[in-house]
Every structure is written in structure tokens, then in C-alpha cells.
């Protein structure tokens, strides 16, 4: 990380007296020999969308994480177009290839295949007045009661839309006409000195967006950047508004979290701010009960071979992420059905139901992922029974592989009752189809299944545990 920051140091290199200040105020210009973005480092599609507003006689201007990302020398993961053309003028440019979305921020997405670059108009300050390029039609921005912005589709100019951007890094505008980069908010030097600093009000902007917040602990993580004192403090006394984001909003940015590479220091930093409890209450509360390391150390190890992966550029699913994070609930619940007289199939299930019917109040999940939990919960007793054409029937499940890198991350947080089990299905899946079959039959076949584990032989009764990698590939994440 210290390496970054030098990093970042050295590459802004330039003293603020060789910037060029165009205002009284803080605006700064910096010609392209100072900033050093080239165009080889921008999408093709980007530069398309950029320039096609441009012969069109609309600004346009590159912004957000990809600018900031180019900055600090690291690849961006998607571009930002910003103009004064609004979104009905932008999908009259690129026609076909455009498709307008969204209520509460209108925008425009111009589509190259798969490779989607995102459209936005300058915003304006909402204060209804109608000059230059700022308009305003009824009903174009609203608060809730809590100060949250519910809608803002009030255009404006360029030096209105910087205010309403986030955080200081990521309110660098570099310009396709000049290929210079405009920084209103001073961006430049919270980059160089590592700082995540909010424009505005913190509390003010909070409360218009309370993802804000969560974005705060993404970026410090993935960017190892200190959160700027005042930008900080609001954060432990405003969790709870992340109770009025959308579900399916918050499924979103779990995903952004847990997927950026960076998943243990998220988890710790979320829990510092206290936020941890709003995305996953169920596990908060077993964790706040948490005994010799558990059910934290299940966690760590999910996150550490999420990481892992991602760093090795290969593919994560969000069903493994949550299938770690309620495993723990779930095994509570179902111990109490279990002492109702249910099956142990039965209780597991009824137990994976209550479990994630609760977590849907704070984050929804998609059906196809809910399934998939459940297959990798459900095989981790399935894979228990190992005699005869068992091993082969369950190998081909289409969830066997994800099941048994949850059972790994189990093993590997501690549970030593299954590290047999674990260790004969890796040697099971290195041999050929005529020895698994000897091997299988080797094992000694289970007496008999009773209608309930006994107590001493239930290996989740105190406590779970877990290790792992992951099948199957579903990412997600912004700049």
C-alpha cells in the first residue's frame, strides 16, 4: 500500500503553483502534459461516445472512477461520459445504440455489444431557475422526510454537476476537446495525498444518498486511502438510513463490496463504522456472541478466498458469499427445529427459509441465487455419505464444486470433524472413474439414518467453520 502512495505521490509530480488556475475560486486546469492521461488508456467505445457528442456540438467529458483510476495507475473497470446534452438529445445522437433508463437519475446508455458506456447530463442545483444551460421541468427533484434525494433530474452546467458528485476523486472531468482535466474540488490533491474526502456537507450528503456511506468504506479499502476527518465522523450515527435504500439496491452494492478484491478489510472497516449489522443483521448478532473466533472465522476465510480469486482474475458467485455469510444463522435455526422433532432435511431447509426471508428486509436475493444457496448448505451434509455410487451421483450435482469449497472453508476456519471427509473428496476427484469406484466402496457404509443426529455426533451444535474456493462465475463491480 505504501508503495501506492508513493506512487501516486511521484506521478503528481507538479507543484500547485504550475497548475493553471482559471477562477478566484478553486478550479484548476491541467493541460494534458501535467496530467499525463493518454487516449490509449480510454475504451475505444468511451473515446466513440466522447467524440460523437463532440461532432454532434455537445460538451463531453470523461469522469468518475475511470478518471481517477487512469490517475493512480490502475485499469479501469468502466468509463463515465458526462455532457450537457440531455438524454432525449443524446439518444437523438447515437440513435438505435441508446437506451434512456432510470426514474430518479435519468440517463443514457449507449450500448457496443455487451460493452455498455454510461450517459449522463450535467446536473444542476435545483434551485428552479432557468438560465444558460440549466432547465428544470416539474417535479424534477425531490427529498424524503430524511433529507434523501428521491429524484434529481435538474440539468444544469458543468460547474453545477461537480457539487453534486460524491467524493473529490472522483469529480475529475477530462475534457475531449482539450484533453485536459478540470478539477473544481481540489481532487487532484486529495488523490495525491490519499485522501477520500465528500464535496459538501457529509451529514447533507448522506442523507440525500446513505450508499454514500458504503461507497466511503469501498473506496478507502480498495484504494487504501484515509477517510478525511469530517467526511468520517457522520458515518458511526447514520447507518441506519441504509434502511431506506432499496433491497435490490442493496443486494448491488453487497456485491461491489465483497467482490473488489479487497473483502477482509471491507468486513473489518464496516464493522468499525457499525454498518455490518444494516447489510447482515443475523450474522451481526453472532457475531457480537462470537466465541474462540467464531462465526468470524468462517467469514474471514469466505472473504480471503474470495480475494484470492479475484486477484487471480477468476470468477465469483454471490450465492457463495451469501451461502458463508447466513451459514452460521442458519445452522441456529435449524438446531431449534431440530428440537422440534424435524428431520435433519427438513430443518435444514426450514431453517435456510426463515434465514433468508430475514435477510430479504435488509438486501434482497435473486431466486436463481437462493437456489443455489441451498444446494450448497444442503450438500454439506449430503457429501457426508460416501458408500457406493453415491460420490459419483453427487460429483455431478451442478453445485458438487461450490459445495466443496464451502466445505474447505470450513475446514480451513477450524472444523477438524470434517477434514476427513474433505481430504477423501480431494483424493476422490484425482482419480480416474474405475478407482473412484473401488474407493467409494471402500468406505463403510452407514449404518442407518436416524430421524435426528445425535447430539455428540452433530459437529455444528457449538459452533461452524470454513475455508474455500468457488465454482461457477457471476461478478459485479463499479469503478
Known amino acids: 500500500m505504501q508503495r501506492l502512495i508513493h506512487k501516486i505521490k511521484s506521478f503528481f509530480s507538479a507543484s500547485d503553483s504550475d497548475l493553471s488556475f482559471q477562477s478566484p475560486s478553486k478550479l484548476k486546469i491541467i493541460d494534458r502534459k501535467q496530467h499525463g492521461i493518454s487516449r490509449k488508456q480510454i475504451d475505444k467505445e468511451a473515446l466513440d461516445v466522447l467524440y460523437g457528442l463532440k461532432r454532434a ?45 432510470g426514474r430518479r437519475f435519468r440517463l443514457a446508455h449507449v450500448y457496443f455489444g455487451r460493452n455498455v458506456i454510461e450517459v449522463a447530463t450535467f446536473r444542476g442545483d435545483g434551485e428552479g431557475r432557468q438560465s444558460g444551460n440549466r432547465k428544470q421541468v416539474n417535479n424534477t427533484r425531490a427529498v424524503d422526510d430524511s433529507g434523501r434525494l428521491v429524484r434529481d433530474n435538474v440539468y444544469g452546467s458543468i460547474d453545477e454537476d461537480v457539487w453534486r458528485r460524491d467524493f473529490t476523486i472522483n469529480s475529475l472531468y477530462y475534457n475531449i476537446r482539450d484533453f485536459s482535466v478540470v478539477d473544481y474540488a481540489d481532487g487532484m490533491t486529495d488523490l495525491r495525498n490519499g485522501q477520500l474526502r465528500l464535496i459538501g456537507d457529509p451529514e447533507t450528503r448522506y ?5 454514500r456511506m458504503i461507497r466511503a468504506v469501498r473506496f478507502a479499502a480498495k484504494l487504501g486511502f484515509e477517510i478525511e476527518p469530517r467526511t468520517k465522523a457522520p458515518i458511526y450515527e447514520l447507518g441506519h438510513l441504509l434502511k431506506d435504500v432499496s433491497h435490490a439496491r442493496m443486494f448491488e452494492e453487497v456485491l461491489k463490496l465483497f467482490h473488489s478484491g479487497v473483502a477482509i478489510e471491507v ?9 455490518f449489522t444494516f447489510l447482515f443483521p443475523q450474522t451481526h448478532h453472532l457475531l457480537s456472541q462470537e466465541s474462540e473466533g467464531f462465526p468470524r472465522m468462517l467469514v474471514i476465510e469466505a472473504l480471503k478466498s474470495t480475494d484470492a480469486r479475484i486477484q487471480a482474475e477468476k470468477g ?25 422433532g424435524f428431520s435433519r432435511q427438513d430443518a435444514m431447509f426450514a431453517a435456510a427459509n426463515d434465514v433468508i426471508e430475514q435477510q430479504i428486509y435488509s438486501t434482497s436475493i435473486p431466486k436463481r441465487f437462493i437456489s443455489q444457496i441451498k444446494e ?16 459419483q451421483k453427487l460429483s455431478e450435482h451442478p453445485r458438487f464444486r461450490a459445495a ?15 477434514k476427513e471427509v474433505f481430504d477423501w473428496w480431494t483424493e476422490y476427484q484425482n ?11 471402500d468406505v463403510e457404509k452407514p449404518k442407518g439414518r436416524s430421524r435426528r443426529p445425535r447430539r455428540n455426533r452433530n459437529p455444528y451444535r457449538k459452533r461452524s467453520h470454513g475455508r474455500g474456493d468457488q465454482a461457477e462465475t457471476v461478478s459485479s463491480d463499479d469503478a
Not at 490517475?71 to 450537457?84: M, Q, Y
Not at 454471490?318 to 431440530?338: T, V
Not at 482419480?431 to 466402496?441: G, K, M, P, S
Open 57 to 101: 456540438g455537445y460538451e463531453a467529458y470523461l469522469v468518475g472512477g475511470g478518471v481517477r483510476d487512469i490517475l493512480l495507475g490502475l485499469e479501469p473497470k468502466d468509463f463515465d461520459v458526462v455532457t450537457n446534452a440531455e438524454p432525449e438529445q443524446v439518444k437523438a445522437v447515437f440513435k438505435s445504440r441508446c437506451r434512456l433508463i
Open 404 to 418: 466443496y469449497d464451502f466445505m474447505g472453508i470450513r475446514v480451513a476456519a477450524g472444523d477438524d470433524s470434517l
Open 267 to 275: 468486513f473489518e472497516k464496516l464493522r468499525h463504522f457499525g454498518l
Open 207 to 211: 442523507r440525500e444518498d446513505p450508499v
Open 376 to 391: 450448497i448448505w444442503s450438500l454439506q451434509f449430503r457429501l457426508l455419505n460416501r458408500h457406493g455410487n453415491r460420490p
Open 316 to 340: 465469483v458467485n454471490p450465492s457463495f458469499l451469501f451461502a458463508a455469510m447466513l451459514w452460521e444463522p442458519m445452522l441456529q435455526r435449524m438446531e431449534q427445529h431440530l428440537a422440534e
Open 431 to 441: 482419480l480416474d472413474a474405475v478407482d473412484q469406484v473401488a474407493f467409494a466402496n
